[in-house]
């Protein structure tokens, strides 16, 4: 589980083919005191495991599936990547809940500068656009971010110059892919509700289930 919270740009070095899928080697900007092999780290959102350790260096393996379903297959040696360690227990959650499961890949459509601001526009495959509300959550890259805007299956977000500094946020572009993942909490949601979606929504049945 992770926050959404990028903890620094870390920089592909080296990838190479395994058994129908790639292993990434990372340089990463931060200590790696504490990580262990086998341990979860977030790669631009997708969550991936530690399977070689080598300070500043680490390697992931990235399946067929994952390599099918993210951007990370298109990765290019020398390119900058969002990382973020798994949480601990007792963590701050300064962001939103984050599984590192990327449930689509987006496109940015725009960028503009407003000030000291970068507003994008992103179009989000169904898969991700159904979940999305203005003021909720959605990773991208695997960065917690507040959706401002929703129009169909495009949504708008601003980014602050922090986010635009320590992440791969502040160089995208239009035409870029980024992967996407909706608020978990809206799955959950949308699951429970499933079986009641053909039933009407009347003060009777909201009392049968006990809101009042």
Not at 128 to 155: I, P
Not at 165 to 176: A, C, E, N, S, Y
């Amino acid at each position: 589980m992770f926050t959404g919270l990028i903890e620094g740009l870390g920089i592909l070095r080296e990838r190479r083919s395994r058994g129908g899928g790639v292993v990434l080697r990372i340089e990463a900007p931060f200590p790696l005191d504490g990580t262990r092999l086998g341990d979860s780290v977030a790669v631009n959102g997708a969550c991936l495991t530690v399977v070689t350790l080598e300070a500043p260096f680490f390697e992931v393996e990235v399946s067929p599936e994952s390599l099918a379903r993210t951007t990370l297959g298109q990765l290019k040696v020398g390119e900058k990547v969002n990382l973020e360690r798994a949480l601990k227990v007792g963590d701050r959650l300064g962001g939103h809940l984050v599984t590192g499961h990327v449930d689509g890949v987006g496109e940015v459509l725009s960028r503009e500068e407003r000030g000291n601001f970068i507003f994008f526009r992103i179009r989000a495959p169904e898969s991700v656009a159904r979940y999305l509300v203005e003021k909720g959550s959605v990773a991208v890259d695997g960065v917690s971010l507040t959706v401002n805007r929703v129009q169909g299956a495009v949504f708008e977000l601003a980014i602050i110059p922090h986010t635009a500094r320590l992440t791969t946020m502040g160089f995208r572009k239009p035409g870029d892919l980024v992967n996407l993942e909706a608020d978990l909490l809206a799955k959950y949601v949308e699951k429970f509700l499933k079986p009641y979606q053909e039933r009407s929504l009347t003060e009777e049945f909201i009392r049968e289930k006990g809101f009042f």
